[in-house]
């Protein structure tokens, strides 16, 4: 059983593209988690989300910030129009159902703008 | 809301000293708690967690975790370090309702040989 894989490791963007994070979880975990992870601050929580549904997106930024996880395929996080202030590593995590269930993380994507 | 504080930012230790990390959650109803783990240029791995149960809490690599209720707290020992204990900790926790973990800053432990 494969971990929870994220890709790109890592990716330069310059000021005003868009930047897409694929986040694919571990076989049989339909709920995957987005965090950002800045030095000193720790991990911020960003989404939550189950197969085709957003259950808690407190933490995402009102604009240029959106995430998905279709019925198939990865989860997406998507940054259009990034800014020097969104780089940062980004975690995905994934779990099983069950209100219980531990989450398994991803290696990150380290996303760097330029 | 939920909340999670770890009071140690930076933690120098030599090695075969013991560990202790504090962690305190800001949540009334029923809590799950853990510790992760970050070892440099590494995702996080879960070192152990909380459900209920034995108040005591075992993980991986010797280290143990004890909740107490009326403290609030989940703080992370090992009674003696190593060199490759050198990571970053993570004191996380969720409620039963389901809801996203939500972390700690994180402490930064340096054990030095």
């Known amino acids: 059983n494969a971990g929870v894989m994220q890709n790109p490791r890592h990716l330069v963007r310059r000021r005003g593209q868009e930047a897409r994070l694929r986040c694919s979880p571990m076989k049989g975990h339909s709920h995957v988690y987005w965090y950002r992870q800045l030095p000193e601050e720790g991990l911020k929580f960003m989404v939550y989300l189950q197969k085709e549904n957003i259950i808690d997106e407190s933490g995402m930024p009102k604009e240029r910030f959106s995430a998905e996880f279709p019925k198939e395929g990865p989860s997406i996080l998507r940054i259009q129009q990034v800014v020097r202030g969104d780089s940062a590593a980004y975690f995905c995590?994934?779990?099983?159902?069950?209100?219980?269930?531990?989450?398994?993380f991803g290696q990150g994507t380290r996303l760097t703008v330029v | 809301a939920q909340s999670v504080s770890q009071h140690n930012h930076h933690v120098i230790l030599s090695e075969a000293a013991s560990l202790e990390l504090g962690c305190n959650y800001s949540?009334?109803?029923?809590?799950?708690l853990f510790w992760y783990v970050q070892y440099p240029g590494q995702h996080l791995q879960l070192l152990l967690k909380y459900f209920s149960g034995d108040p005591l809490v075992k993980g991986i690599k010797g280290f143990e975790a004890e909740f107490i209720k009326s403290k609030f707290s989940f703080n992370l020992r090992k009674p003696s370090v190593q060199w490759s204990d050198t990571a970053e900790y993570f004191c996380?926790?969720?409620?039963?309702?389901?809801?996203?973990?939500?972390f700690g800053k994180g402490t930064t432990l340096s054990v030095s040989s």
């Open positions: 949540y009334g109803g029923t809590v799950n």
């Open positions: 996380a926790s969720s409620n039963q309702a389901g809801t996203a973990l939500i």
């Open positions: 995590a994934s779990s099983p159902p069950g209100l219980s269930a531990e989450a398994f």
